[in-house]
């Protein structure tokens, strides 16, 4: 018998094309197959540096995003009142005539007229430049409520951050700490990266109240009470110290350990950094008793003491400040116990496993490499402790500092950028704060003086009138909110409808669900956007709105331009924003169309979809109102889309939004020429770019001389001189003396001691805001009456040298204040004692922390109305633990009622095991809208499934500030406190409250989305 020919791998498809994915953050290299012009299969692209052929499931469910039922069609005019969902369908023409007509006033009269706020944009060195040309200050991506801390707490301290920006080391780490990590940014790296720490035996130890995600397959989990991962790092980097379990060359090599502290209470100086007259910041050079620039080398520089310059002024290296903070008795781990849930006994384990980890694990590198200094090593010396760190800890009101401190503690262990530790990513490091500064002021072109969004260094950078009041809607870059580098969407809609500090006229917002799961405070959002005043105008006269999907957002829009789906569009990552880079080499991608939008209705009987990306529509827009670098000298536009952009834009001679394949041919990395077959060479190259950084460079970035120099001739630093990593702040200092009364410009009276309070230029622990304003007895004792210079008196004992590795071997015992020494000034954190058993109305009438977790099969809620994905989970539950149940005697699957200081919602318990018991939680964003995203009116996402959005407030329970960090205005959703009580129903039928009003979209699609089927009938190839 003649043996059956199986095709034992038949090709997916006709045709295939790689693009990059768009399902979540991760921008992962992707295979689109295609059979009869229509997805057949998504594959992960091996070739990728990214994922590596690696796909998750949301990527392979990318098919249903692109053919999803709710994709938009057309641009509409809204025609009923706003918030109803009812418009006209009208033509590309009549919309961007509409807008310009809008927009143009508004450039003539005041640029800052228009609020443009972006939601979870891949093109912010677009969208950011675009605002720049059109002159308005009011600009931001959503950066401050999702992870602004995580990213500043990195740039002023490492000039690097966690995000995507950074990377465990995971060839060599033997040790790894993730903290608050949900599954979203670097999604498929970090899943690849735990395999091959788990193939190595590593130990992985997830800190997070719920165990989740990554957390499901860690060694050991920690489960922490939200916002006290700053007081568990504290009393970890107390413990190190106190067994002198540091690594002090490193911190005087690399970090501004041995750096002088002028210590002059009261005055213009106190607490900056004593200098030279070149400006050199000063140490205390054992070897010749003298001051001596700190940078230098062969010398021998004092960490603990306190010292007379020859001018008088008394001073004191960071470090001493560093032991005198963090051996006070506030950390040690029997008092910060029963405020993190975590037995002191771990938390000592946990420092002598980290200690043994970075110190004992004698990892070595046979690499040859040379220091920024030009001292040559024979080998690079690992530190294998890696962290990663992600929302968990950043959402909160002392996110910034929790941030600093976890920095912090890896800088003890000497373990940044080091073999088997926490590694950058081109083009970071980046000077220490990133020298862009926002832009404030206008040409004579009505062209900002730089990008809306930067890094302020000093009060002269915030932007503020004489009066020291807000100049931005959001408030960003305000004395209450002076670090905001990521900008505060949350804050942009109140702001808006209440004219604080002006009256805007036009709202344009792009991939931001404001109105719903990207909203605190979504019931009075909903009202702010469609309040009138008493002439019955919109109080935020105009809303243009830019999506690819019937989200909630759009119902509130006056118009609505459609967006592609992510598999019909250009997109650029690039290096000049979030580019795809990995630790070993530098990197960027694009995205290219798989589909001619036009071809891609929704369903036979419909219309062609007449969409387009938004980035084509905004240069088009920015010709059509003549913003400079958009036309030409005659008028006509300067770009015929987004891909021409890409290609041509030059930000400066020779740096483009792409770094591969520049110069006439193409010949050219990181800068040349705009080449016109760059997209084509990306295309080819499976659509990115890389570039290796040399072997004996990619270690110690921040003062390696080959990377420097690198990294210098791709343009991403100016000069190859060393980054100091900010181990002490003199950013942070120089606000604090501006609200102790130095300095020419200072905050109004009114945030004074908040300046003074949060700006520490050494990180420290408070209570989360709105747990603190709800207790009656947690009012902070500013530790802004902390001295940053302490008072102890150290003893001039040994100090580690500033030379070649190996050179200061002998241990390094600081002299450590003995508990009647320690600094007066020094205190108890008052908010700690509030937790002493003895807070009162926070624990009585809000006792638990409500947080969400990021579904690891979900992304925002693009994913939640996904066809496939929907099949995992069509609702959510709000999780408590079994003891937690019990003790407010709530069953599996009741009912309750969940109430925060600002509202009450009632939706299903269901009891979970993995989970910290005083903390209640539920999946991100899974919650619908009756009428929203087309999905039938009886879909389970609306009736049952809800937002913990609708409990949290935009504002502090009491005080007039935003829900935010002092420090940066990150968004505190994670500082959500509530009670919950058993609800009067076990109505099966029940709906989760609050409900809104449906919205009157087209009828919603009750169609089942079946795909797929016409497939089977072909025969495999
Ligand atoms: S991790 Fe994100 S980008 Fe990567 S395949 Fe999954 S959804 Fe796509």
Not at 346 to 360: G, K, N, P, Q, V
Not at 796 to 813: D, I, K, L, T
Not at 839 to 861: C, G, K, W
Not at 962 to 979: K, Y
Request: hydrophobic letters at 35%; one cysteine or more.
């Amino acid at each position: 018998m003649r043996e059956k020919q199986l095709n034992l791998s038949p090709s997916p498809g006709d045709e295939v094309k790689t693009t990059t994915c768009y399902m979540c953050a991760c921008r992962c290299g992707i295979k689109v197959w295609l059979t009869d012009g229509k997805i057949r299969y998504i594959q992960g692209n091996p070739a990728h540096p990214v994922n590596q052929g690696v796909l998750c499931a949301k990527g392979a469910a990318g098919i249903m995003q692109h053919y999803s039922p709710a994709r938009l069609n057309k641009p509409m005019l809204r025609i009923g009142e706003r918030g109803s969902g009812e418009f006209r369908e009208i033509e590309w023409g009549e919309a961007l005539q509409l807008a310009t007509d809008w927009l143009k006033p508004i450039r003539e009269r005041n640029p800052d007229e228009l609020a443009f706020f972006t939601g979870r944009d891949q093109s912010q060195a677009l969208t950011g430049w675009w605002a720049q040309q059109f002159g308005t200050i009011n600009y931001a991506a959503h950066g401050g409520f999702c992870s602004v801390n995580m990213a500043a707490g990195g740039l002023y301290t490492l000039g690097g951050s966690f995000w995507e920006f950074g990377e465990p080391d995971w060839e060599h780490a033997r040790y790894f700490m993730l903290w608050g990590v949900a599954e979203d940014h670097d999604s498929n790296p970090i899943k690849l990266g735990l395999g091959k720490l788990k193939e190595r035996g590593a130990k992985i130890v997830a800190v997070n109240p719920v165990r989740t995600g990554y957390g499901a397959i860690a060694d050991e989990w920690i489960g922490i009470r939200p916002g006290t991962d700053g007081l568990f790092a504290f009393a970890l980097i107390h413990e190190l110290l106190k067994a002198d379990r540091i690594d002090l060359d490193y911190l005087v090599r690399y970090a501004n350990a041995h750096w002088l502290v002028i210590r002059n209470p009261g005055g213009a100086d106190d607490g900056l950094f004593a200098r030279d007259a070149d400006g050199n910041p000063l140490c205390w050079d054992r070897n010749s008793s003298a001051e001596a620039n700190a940078g230098s080398i062969d010398i021998s520089p004092a960490v603990v003491g306190e010292f007379t310059l020859v001018d008088g002024r008394v001073v004191v290296p960071v470090f001493q400040l560093i032991a005198d903070r963090y051996l006070d008795p506030q950390y040690a781990p029997e008092k910060v116990t029963e405020r993190c849930g975590v037995p002191a006994g771990t938390i000592r384990r946990i420092s002598r496993e980290l200690a043994e980890a970075a110190f004992e694990s004698n990892l070595t590198l046979p690499i040859a490499w040379t220091d920024a200094w030009g001292r040559e090593h024979s080998e690079m010396v690992g530190r294998p402790v890696a962290m990663h760190a992600m929302r968990g800890i950043s959402a909160h009101s002392n996110g910034f500092h929790t941030c600093r401190a976890l920095h912090l503690l890896q800088l003890l262990l000497g373990a940044v950028d080091t073999p088997g530790s926490f590694r950058y990513q081109p083009p970071y490091p980046r000077p220490i704060p990133p020298v862009n500064r926002p832009g404030k002021t206008r040409n004579e072109h009505g062209v900002l003086n730089a990008p809306p969004l930067g890094f302020v260094h000093t009060p002269e950078d915030l932007l503020v009138d004489a009066n020291g009041q807000p100049r931005r809607i959001d408030h960003a870059y305000s004395w209450a909110y002076p670090l905001a580098a990521h900008g505060m969407l949350h804050t942009v809609i109140r702001n808006a409808h209440a004219g604080d500090p002006y009256k805007i006229d036009t709202l344009l917002m792009f991939m931001a669900n404001m109105s719903w799961n990207s909203a605190m405070n979504t019931g009075e959002t909903m009202q702010w956007l469609t309040d009138k005043d008493a002439e019955g105008h919109y109080r935020i006269p105009r809303i243009i709105y830019s999506d690819a999907y019937a989200s909630e957002m759009v119902a509130y829009a006056d118009l609505v331009l459609p967006d592609t789906t992510y598999l019909e569009r250009h997109d650029c990552m690039s290096l000049l924003d979030r580019p795809i880079s990995d630790a070993d080499g530098a990197a960027d991608a694009i995205r290219h169309p798989v589909f001619d939008p036009a071809t891609q209705a929704t369903n036979p009987a419909e219309h062609p979809r007449d969409v387009r990306g938004f980035q084509s529509v905004l240069l088009d827009l920015g010709a059509r109102l003549g913003l400079p670098g958009m036309v030409h000298a005659d008028g006509s536009p300067a770009y015929r889309d987004y891909a021409d952009y890409i290609v041509r834009h030059e930000r400066a001679p020779g740096v483009g939004l792409l770094a591969g394949w520049r110069g006439e041919n193409g010949t050219q990395h990181g800068k040349g020429a705009p080449n016109p077959n760059q997209l084509d060479t990306y295309i080819a190259n499976n659509g990115f770019w890389r570039e290796e950084i040399p072997e004996h460079a990619r270690y110690f970035k921040m003062a390696n001389r080959g990377y420097l120099e690198w990294a210098q001739r791709f343009g991403f630093i100016g000069g190859t001189e060393p980054i100091v990593l900010q181990l002490y702040s003199e950013t942070l200092q120089t606000f604090r003396l501006a609200a102790q009364g130095h300095g020419a410009l200072r905050p109004p009276q009114e945030h004074r001691e908040r300046v003074a309070t949060y700006f520490d230029p050494l990180p420290f622990w408070y209570e989360p805001f709105e747990g603190a304003e709800l207790s009656a007895s947690a009012k902070p004792e500013s530790p802004a009456r902390h001295s940053h210079g302490g008072g102890t008196s150290a003893k001039r004992a040994e100090r580690p040298q500033h030379g070649p590795e190996g050179a200061s071997e002998a241990s390094h015992p600081w002299t450590l204040p003995s508990a009647d020494e320690a600094d007066s000034n020094v205190r108890m954190d008052p908010s700690l004692r509030s937790h002493d058993g003895k807070n009162d109305s926070v624990t009585e009438h809000f006792p638990l922390s409500a947080i969400t977790q990021r579904p690891m099969f979900m992304y925002h809620a693009w994913g939640s109305q996904n066809a496939w994905l929907r099949q995992i989970a069509t609702r959510n539950w709000l999780y408590l633990h079994p003891s937690t149940g019990a003790k407010y005697g709530i069953a599996n699957e009741d009912w309750v009622d969940v109430t925060s200081h600002h509202a009450t919602i009632t939706v299903q318990a269901r009891f979970a095991n993995n989970m910290q018991p005083d903390t209640v939680w539920s999946w991100n964003a899974i919650g619908k809208r009756k009428g929203a995203w087309k999905l039938a009116k009886d879909a389970p996402e609306t009736e049952k499934g809800f937002l913990l959005n609708h409990l949290i407030s935009d504002k502090l329970p009491k005080s007039d500030y935003a829900n935010a960090d002092p420090v940066t205005g990150q968004a505190a959703w994670f500082d959500l406190r509530v009670s919950i009580r058993k609800a009067d129903t076990r109505d099966a039928d029940r709906e989760s409250a609050p409900q809104f009003a449906p919205l009157q979209f087209d009828a919603a699609d009750n169609r089942p989305l079946r795909y797929g089927a016409g497939f089977r009938r072909r025969t495999p190839r």
